[in-house]
């Protein structure tokens, strides 16, 4: 009869390397699990409920850039080249693209309405919304509301405070968190550089 094998000690010296590596292997592959959960988080999801973050500290001297990215629907604001904000933006809806390029703030006001869209009202109440050229007859036009309006072209498009779905929603206009917009009105100025890129999104769901 043939002897059963026993384990002995130089057996299991010969084993021990193949479970390390087993072992090493799947903490590997945990540790890749954990990565991909912590990278699906998108920025947007990222800010919260405020839908943006400020840390004006982070530089305290130096000029001011703005990058406006409409494919991510976010806006960055730098000082001295040292990132110092994000915020969330709702941007030109399909058939009111925000134009994409290089801009200068051409003017700031903190309380501003707009005089191409707004509500048409008869006898002080609305009944309807639209372009100020199509006013109806025996109706008055009153200019949307633009807080913290940053003008960037004198044809109608500027940052604002303005409601931010998850989705592009203006008229052309960055809209922009109602926290984040006097932050940002606060450190840029007349001439301070907006550089605009990326295309709106078809799919809402994407964003």
């Known amino acids: 009869m043939t002897p059963t094998a026993k384990s002995s ?32 988080v998108t920025q ?30 976010m806006l960055y604001a730098y ?37 191409s869209w707004g509500s048409y009202l008869r006898n002080g109440q609305v009944i309807g919304d639209g ?7 025996g109706t008055t036009y009153r200019g949307a509301s633009m807080p913290y309006m940053m003008r960037l072209t004198w044809s109608g498009v500027a940052m604002h ?8 929603a203006s008229h052309g206009c960055i809209r922009l968190p109602k926290g984040f917009a006097p932050k940002l009105f606060s450190v840029v100025k007349i001439g301070t550089k907006v550089r605009i890129f990326g295309a709106r999104r078809a799919q809402v769901a994407s964003l």
Request: aromatic share 6%; glycine share 8%.
């Open 44 to 73: 947007r999801e990222a800010l919260g409920s405020t839908g943006y973050d400020w840390d004006a500290s982070a530089a305290p001297a130096g000029p001011v850039t703005v990058d406006v990215d409409l494919t991510e629907q």
């Open 161 to 168: 405070i303005g409601y931010v779905p998850d989705r592009p």
């Open 79 to 115: 000082r001295d080249g040292v990132e110092i904000g994000r915020a969330k933006i709702s941007s030109g809806k399909p058939g009111h693209d925000t134009p994409t390029g290089t801009f200068t703030i051409l003017e700031k006001k903190r309380s501003h309405r707009s005089s």
């Open 131 to 137: 372009h100020a050229k199509n006013t109806p007859a």
């Open 9 to 40: 000690p130089a057996n299991d010296a010969r084993l021990f390397p193949i479970w390390v590596l087993a072992m090493a292997a799947l903490a590997f592959l945990a540790g890749c699990t954990t990565v991909k959960q912590t990278t699906s």
